[in-house]
């Protein structure tokens, strides 16, 4: 299934995993299993750090909004709606103009960011202004002025044979006059070293496989722009790469069952825990998680 991105874009992305409601406990209590779906950045979370996957997800504990991911937001909006203009207005300089209005967009969906990010609201303009470099690099990467997407801020959804759904959002979708597809990601922050472009590339693999089996037609191109170093990272996948990516998330969404049938949720230490704001919940911090509440017929 493909559609424009709703309103509400987190309810779309991350619907509720939940515990069947026709199937008893298992003996010894056990909870039943999990139907639900999976989008690339919780599956990450998941691969990360299986503990952040069930803060996120199962305990839904609200997380603080942090100016650099809020930014990425505001850029991601610019971006999409600079293609609404004519072709010749897609300029630098004014995707540079736009950046306020994106701003007042994305507070219309969290009308409380602004003061939980900006205590001194002097500081709005400061941090708008650190957008500008990401905008410049854009243009150093592509000339919207020649581009015309067949989509932006694209929903895409599947469900596969086992009830699991897979969805996600996408940036953008180009189409040539022939049919060929590209899928284009935004990244506001520096390009993985060398080793890890792959990892980086799951998400768009992810994206992949999920219009291949919604459509029958199989992504020509994947490109990742990367606003924060000024890299571009492009892929072709092919029939073997994205049974194999399918493969993965099966394996992903089993490994996450295997967790809630044995509340063995272990926290993962990495790099990635210095910008955790789950650090309080943590054992690796001398955190204690919450207490799961679960039954056979919870919503998580």
């Not at 979370?45 to 504990?61: G, H």
């Not at 693999?205 to 994947?222: D, E, Q």
């Not at 722009?225 to 994205?242: A, F, K, M, N, Q």
Request: glycine fraction near 6%; aromatic fraction near 8%; charge should be negative.
């Amino acid at each position: 299934m493909l559609s424009h991105r709703p309103s509400n874009v987190d309810a779309v992305n991350e619907k509720p995993l939940v515990a069947p409601n026709d199937e008893p406990a298992r003996a010894g209590g056990s909870p039943a299993p999990l139907r639900g779906s999976l989008s690339p950045s919780r599956a990450g979370d998941f691969m990360n750090c299986p503990l952040l996957y069930r803060l996120r997800v199962i305990d839904r504990i609200p997380e603080k909004p942090s100016r650099e991911a809020v930014r990425g937001t505001v850029v991601h909006q610019v971006l999409e709606d600079l293609f609404d203009l004519p072709a010749q207005a897609r300029t630098l300089e004014q995707a540079q103009t736009m950046l306020p209005e994106a701003w007042q967009k994305v507070q219309q969906d969290e009308p409380e960011l602004a003061g939980s990010l900006f205590p001194e609201p002097a500081d709005v303009q400061d941090w708008l202004n650190s957008a500008l470099p990401l905008l410049a690099t854009y243009f150093t990467l592509e000339d919207p002025s020649r581009l015309e997407p067949a989509e932006r801020e694209l929903h895409v959804e599947v469900t596969l044979d086992d009830g699991l759904v897979l969805r996600g959002l996408v940036d953008r979708l180009d189409k040539t006059s022939s049919g060929d597809m590209r899928i284009v990601d935004y990244k506001t922050g520096k390009a993985p070293g060398a080793g890890y472009e792959q990892k980086a590339l799951f998400q768009l693999r992810f994206y992949a496989l999920v219009i291949w089996k919604s459509t029958g037609v199989m992504p020509r191109l994947l490109q990742l722009l990367y606003l924060g170093s000024g890299h571009v990272i492009r892929y072709e996948p092919d029939e073997v790469d994205l049974e194999s990516t399918e493969r993965k998330i099966r394996a992903l969404w089993s490994a996450i069952n295997a967790a809630h049938e044995s509340g063995d949720w272990r926290p993962n230490r990495s790099r990635l825990c210095d910008w955790c704001d789950f650090q309080r919940f943590c054992p690796e911090f001398g955190g204690t998680p919450p207490e799961l509440q679960l039954t056979e017929n919870t919503t998580i």
